[in-house]
């Protein structure tokens, strides 16, 4: 009895050292390191003007008799998005009596920068809008070559008299593309918008000097759409 006792003793002593030794095998530590990775898209942003409408006018006049010259605000064109573009800008116009716009004459200007002209630069393009139309006899002078020149450093100008080749009929209506949103060509390059510039655009309005009485009484609207598309390929305006 004495030799089974103290043979139980001695398995539960080594049962005891088998535990023992199994617990402490799992608080050793080891070296480690560890190395991760992440990623996101950001889509890019095109936008004009924040988003919102421009609330300068094109033009705005009373009483306005043949062979008279009104000038309309300037109106900024602010690339806000993230991305450099293509610009579409349309000039619509109507008359509320069916007859001929021709008898209307439409000049412009626009400057483009990054940072904003004086007011002797904004002076200077606004003659140059102005000899477009020479006097009360509106006998009236082509554009410039309609490509952009440097008026002063950082500031490109363009100025164009819009004739009747240059309309088209739509319902009435007429309109004039002045960017048609392509990279090349004749006088695209100055509405290629990169992000952070400006495009400044006054418009010119005279009424022929050989409007009849038909015109009296009749009002003349305008009407801006600019669009700009993501300048890559393949998308450009249809």
Same mark, same amino acid.
């Given at each position: 009895?004495?030799?089974?006792? +103290?043979?139980?003793?001695?398995?539960?002593? $080594?049962?005891?050292?088998?535990?023992?030794?199994?617990?402490?095998?799992? $608080?050793?530590?080891?070296?480690?390191? @560890? $190395?991760?990775?992440?990623?996101?898209?950001?889509? +890019?942003?095109?936008?004009?003007?924040?988003? @919102?409408?421009?609330?300068?006018?094109?033009?705005?006049? @009373?009483?306005? +008799?043949?062979?008279?010259?009104?000038?309309? /605000?300037?109106?900024?064109?602010?690339?806000?998005?993230?991305? /450099?573009?293509?610009?579409?800008?349309?000039?619509?116009?109507?008359?509320?009596?069916?007859?001929?716009?021709?008898?209307?004459? &439409?000049?412009?200007?626009?400057?483009?920068?990054?940072?904003?002209?004086?007011?002797?630069?904004?002076?200077?393009?606004?003659? #140059?809008?102005?000899?477009?139309?020479?006097?009360?006899?509106? =006998?009236?002078?082509?554009?410039?070559?309609? *490509?952009?020149?440097?008026?002063? =450093?950082?500031?490109?100008?363009?100025?164009?008299?819009?004739?009747?080749? @240059?309309?088209?009929?739509?319902?009435?209506?007429?309109?004039?593309?002045?960017? /048609?949103?392509?990279?090349?060509?004749?006088?695209?390059?100055?509405?290629?918008? #990169?992000?952070? *510039?400006?495009?400044?655009?006054?418009?010119? &309005?005279?009424?022929?000097?050989?409007?009849?009485?038909?015109?009296?009484?009749?009002?003349?609207?305008?009407?801006?759409? &600019?669009?700009? #598309?993501?300048? /890559?390929?393949?998308?450009?305006? *249809?």
């Amino acid at each position: 009895m004495k030799i089974a006792k +103290a043979k139980k003793v001695l398995l539960g002593t $080594t049962l005891a050292g088998a535990i023992a030794v199994s617990a402490s095998y799992g $608080t050793y530590s080891w070296f480690t390191s @560890e $190395t991760t990775a992440k990623g996101e898209v950001t889509n +890019a942003l095109v936008q004009l003007n924040n988003g @919102e409408n421009i609330n300068e006018s094109i033009v705005a006049v @009373e009483n306005f +008799a043949p062979s008279q010259l009104v000038f309309g /605000d300037w109106l900024t064109i602010d690339n806000t998005g993230t991305v /450099d573009t293509f610009l579409q800008a349309k000039l619509n116009q109507s008359l509320d009596k069916p007859l001929s716009l021709d008898t209307y004459k &439409v000049g412009y200007v626009a400057l483009k920068y990054k940072v904003k002209p004086n007011d002797e630069v904004l002076k200077a393009s606004q003659v #140059k809008l102005e000899e477009l139309f020479e006097g009360t006899t509106n =006998e009236v002078t082509r554009s410039v070559s309609g *490509e952009p020149v440097e008026i002063a =450093e950082g500031v490109e100008i363009i100025t164009g008299y819009l004739n009747s080749s @240059e309309l088209r009929s739509a319902a009435g209506e007429k309109e004039i593309l002045l960017g /048609d949103g392509a990279e090349s060509g004749k006088g695209n390059k100055f509405w290629n918008l #990169k992000s952070n *510039e400006y495009i400044d655009l006054s418009f010119g &309005v005279k009424l022929d000097e050989t409007a009849t009485n038909d015109y009296q009484g009749v009002t003349y609207s305008a009407n801006l759409s &600019v669009k700009a #598309k993501q300048k /890559d390929d393949g998308s450009l305006y *249809e």
